[in-house]
């Protein structure tokens, strides 16, 4: 059996003892996250890559804003796949059980987040674009165009790349024993409010305004057709991106203030499971989106179809030029194996 430790002890008796007296929480799933982030990151790095392929030749094709905006959500949910659950949880947590240098696990706490504030901030731009088409559609066509968006996307990536360096000093939650400290409180508060308080706020308040616009347009449509028009495809997808951020992400914000006021991840395993848990459900974010635009997008499902069907043809010719290198070296061996005939042979003089 497990011996869960005594999570209801007052917090004044928790003071009195010294950090390394303070009885560590369990890890009660045991090697399921490992499992599950192997298999997230088997799954969700290939469909990412197969992602920005498939965005990058509609990028080029139709040359609009949308696809470079996707572009970067994607490339971001790539590094972090890469950083957080490759180097973060599998090998520095689950291979090496932390046992590495202090500098590299601070140096890869800032790449973390840093790739994670990628991720969800470039998001922010697609919405706002979005908004000004539906909503302003006459001031979208001068200043939305691929120049214009590959500059914002750098941008966001600089700004997400500064946002991540104070995190250096972010504290190790499963093995810090000390209560959290003035330095922890504000990198937490920080966090919570870059990664999901303000875009998530940005979303609300312009995925409302679109809503807003989008119905007084069909009342008109309504009355004299007798039928609502439907969403559009672009609106549905960014509506669907947003709602599933959000969910994905509101347990993990919830744990993290959890731990900074009421329970320590390193002291409750009931606050250690859910941590846990909510780390594998906003990871699972990093994942989802190819079948969100498969689920919404035709161009997008007929470029990966399109991708899909070149591969084949692209090993053909491969397999064809080895057939028949394997072919001549078979021909080759028979003519040498075949003894010479008797005309040919010369009888010594």
């Not at 305004?209 to 989008?214: A, G, P």
């Not at 329970?263 to 846990?276: E, I, K, M, P, T």
């Amino acid at each position: 059996m497990i011996s869960w430790p005594n999570a209801t002890a007052s917090g004044h008796e928790e003071l009195d003892l010294k950090p390394d007296q303070l009885q560590k929480s369990k890890c009660v799933l045991g090697f399921i996250p490992v499992i599950y982030y192997s298999i997230l990151l088997c799954v969700g790095v290939p469909v990412n890559i197969l992602t920005a392929v498939a965005l990058s030749r509609l990028a080029s094709r139709t040359k609009k804003a949308l696809y470079y905006y996707l572009l970067a959500i994607t490339g971001s949910d790539i590094l972090s796949q890469l950083f957080i659950i490759f180097v973060g949880f599998l090998l520095e947590t689950a291979v090496f059980h932390r046992d590495v240098p202090v500098l590299l696990l601070h140096s890869v706490s800032a790449a973390e987040f840093a790739a994670n504030h990628a991720s969800i901030w470039s998001t922010v731009p697609l919405t706002v674009d979005r908004y000004v088409a539906l909503c302003h559609p006459l001031i979208h066509r001068q200043i939305s165009y691929p120049e214009r968006a590959r500059k914002i996307i750098g941008a966001v990536l600089l700004l997400s790349l500064a946002s991540g360096v104070p995190f250096f000093w972010w504290s190790d939650m499963w093995r810090n024993s000390h209560p959290p400290t003035a330095l922890d409180t504000i990198l937490i508060w920080t966090h919570v409010t870059i990664i999901y308080f303000l875009p998530c706020s940005i979303f609300l308040l312009l995925n409302s305004l679109i809503i807003h616009t989008l119905r007084q347009r069909q009342q008109p449509c309504q009355e004299e057709r007798g039928r609502p028009r439907r969403l559009g495809k672009t609106t549905a997808m960014l509506l669907a991106l947003t709602s599933v951020f959000s969910v994905l992400w509101a347990p993990r914000t919830v744990v993290v203030i959890y731990h900074l006021y009421v329970s320590s991840v390193h002291r409750d395993w009931r606050v250690h499971l859910a941590y846990d848990l909510s780390n594998m459900l906003a990871m699972l974010n990093t994942a989802v989106n190819f079948f969100l635009y498969c689920f919404v997008s035709r161009p997008f499902r007929s470029a990966v179809r399109d991708i899909l069907l070149a591969l084949p043809q692209q090993q053909a010719p491969t397999n064809a030029s080895i057939s028949s290198l394997c072919s001549g070296n078979n021909k080759r061996s028979q003519r040498d194996s075949i003894p010479l005939s008797p005309h040919r042979t010369r009888k010594p003089s």
